[in-house]
């Protein structure tokens, strides 16, 4: 009983790399979705997707970019990083937009 | 776009009290209150929700109350114990829109 997988858990950037944070969940969700969640704050939505080769933007899409290839797999793209980009990301799943959301471990990402 | 608020930010309690957190929200036709649990390091966790059509619900020691009227919603957890200590998360969100997130709450629960 997987549900929603992250990976990699830590990954340290210098500024300038790039890197994709993966995410694939098991429970045939239509809805994915990518939160960053910088220290002792709350969680802001990046991008999400409503079904497979469907995505669009969240709150603070700068910097990110998205695909969505099949149902299972919802990979995020940082493209030069920068240190404003240093923070804990999740991906999460869910059948509906009113229920419940199912969170992966999270990456820890730190850009230097 | 809704635009959820959530107060206070830290709640520090003795063991065996009550907590309570409060959340605003903006959008009247949001019809779905989730809260989450997260606890430090770990990832965010669904405890209890709510749905428009009910003004309170109930899980053993927690309970989560709406007023639509007034646009806001409330998470009591009763006789706290020290497992309760954790960053807690309003949300609102309906049908097409994405679940906006209030800022947190910090409740430490001391014993």
């Known amino acids: 009983n997987a549900g929603v997988t992250q990976t990699p858990k830590f990954r340290i950037l210098k500024i300038g790399q790039s890197m994709t944070l993966q995410c694939t969940q098991d429970?045939?969700?239509?809805?994915m979705y990518w939160y960053r969640q910088d220290p002792g704050m709350g969680l802001k939505l990046i991008y999400y997707?409503?079904?497979?080769?469907?995505?669009d933007k969240g709150e603070v899409p700068n910097g990110y970019n998205v695909s969505r290839s099949t149902t299972e797999d919802f990979p995020l793209r940082l493209e030069l990083a920068a240190p404003s980009q240093t923070s804990v990301y999740f991906c999460?799943?869910?059948?509906?937009?009113?229920?419940?959301?199912?969170f992966g471990q999270g990456t820890r990402l730190t850009v230097v | 776009g809704e635009n959820v608020e959530q107060h206070p930010s830290t709640l520090s309690v003795q063991e065996g009290d009550s907590a309570v957190i409060k959340c605003t929200y903006s959008?009247?036709?949001?019809?779905?209150f989730p809260w989450y649990k997260q606890e430090l390091g770990k990832r965010p966790q669904l405890i209890i929700d709510?749905?428009?059509?009910?003004g309170e619900k109930k899980d053993q020691r927690i309970a989560v109350t709406l007023n639509k009227t007034a646009k806001h919603f409330s998470l009591h957890i009763t006789e706290t114990q020290p497992e309760d200590s954790a960053v807690y998360f309003c949300?609102?969100?309906?049908?097409?829109?994405?679940?906006?997130f209030g800022g947190g709450t910090r409740l430490m629960v001391k014993p």
């Open positions: 999460a799943s869910s059948y509906a937009t009113i229920a419940e959301a199912f």
């Open positions: 429970m045939n969700h239509n809805y």
């Open positions: 997707s409503v079904g497979a080769g469907i995505t």
């Open positions: 959008d009247s036709a949001s019809n779905y």
């Open positions: 709510i749905r428009s059509n009910v």
């Open positions: 949300a609102a969100s309906r049908a097409s829109n994405m679940l906006t």
